[in-house]
């Protein structure tokens, strides 16, 4: 019996290690810097956008919205969704698929996204914003309480403690809603999406966002058009993860 413990011992043990050389080999590819595009590859104006976006604009956030209008088959409109805001009323949201709006048509529903007015083309003119994805059911989601994700960060590939926290109350969680908060920290702390001139020292960076069983990764000055309507179409798919054994690696070079 004593035997068959220590070889059960012995098996997990190499286990552990070889999953702890793989996490080592996967986090030096991940972060490995000379496929990254860099900052200086950017326009400034797109730079202003992106910290526009991610630094300035308040995100779409809300929580128990129902909505039985679509716009186009694969889009939905929340009829007054803003309360009091300036210039929108409702929020349209845009999916990869008509399958994938069809999936929150009249459903309860919880909202994270990062949103634009300008060329949002949708709802009624000048009192709609909108948003790509960013959409969770609401039923069975909830954690009893908010849950720190870890987040690890290097810096010119020393590691570096994180100053920022971010968290989440949902069991599946979107990777909009994940990446809008790092973002957010980073330009914050970091001034990512600024010019050189105005002290953005970040040149190059890559955010992972790693469970069990997905792997998903942004390198943060890749960036798909000029402006929000095109660069924001990345979390069109509406792509979420399990928040149960998730972690964030973030990688910052300076050149």
């Known amino acids: 019996m004593l035997k068959k413990i220590f070889l059960l011992f012995v098996s997990l043990l190499i286990f552990c290690l070889l999953l702890i050389n ?38 779409a956030i809300a929580e128990s919205k129902i909505t039985n209008e679509k716009f186009l088959q694969n889009s939905l409109v ?23 709006a069809n999936n929150f048509l009249n ?13 949002c083309y949708g709802g009624e003119v000048g009192k709609t914003a909108c948003i790509y994805g960013g959409v969770t059911l609401r039923e069975n989601n909830l954690l009893e309480e908010e849950k720190n994700i870890p987040v690890n960060l290097w810096i010119d590939s020393k590691q570096e403690t994180p100053t920022f926290k971010v968290t989440t109350k949902k069991k599946k969680v979107t990777i909009q809603e ?13 001034k990512l999406y600024e010019t050189d001139s105005f002290g953005g020292q970040i040149q190059k960076g890559l955010v992972g966002y790693e469970s069990i069983s997905e792997n998903i990764k942004f390198d943060l000055f890749k960036v798909n058009g000029e402006f929000a309507d095109s660069y924001l179409r990345i979390y069109q798919d509406n792509k979420t993860i399990s928040s149960e054994s ?3 690696d973030i990688y910052l070079y300076k050149s």
């Open 22 to 59: 793989f996490y080592d080999a996967h986090a030096e590819e991940l972060s490995s810097p000379e496929s990254l595009h860099k900052k200086s590859d950017l326009d400034s104006l797109v730079l202003s956008r992106l910290k526009h976006s991610y630094g300035l604009v308040e995100n």
């Open 78 to 100: 929340f009829k007054n969704f803003f309360k009091g805001h300036p210039w929108y009323n409702d929020l349209l949201v845009a999916f990869d698929s008509e399958s994938t």
């Open 246 to 248: 998730l972690h964030i």
């Open 107 to 119: 459903q309860t529903v919880d909202i994270y996204g990062v949103k634009y007015g300008n060329r």
């Open 178 to 190: 994940l990446d809008a908060k790092v973002r957010k920290h980073l330009s914050d702390k970091y």
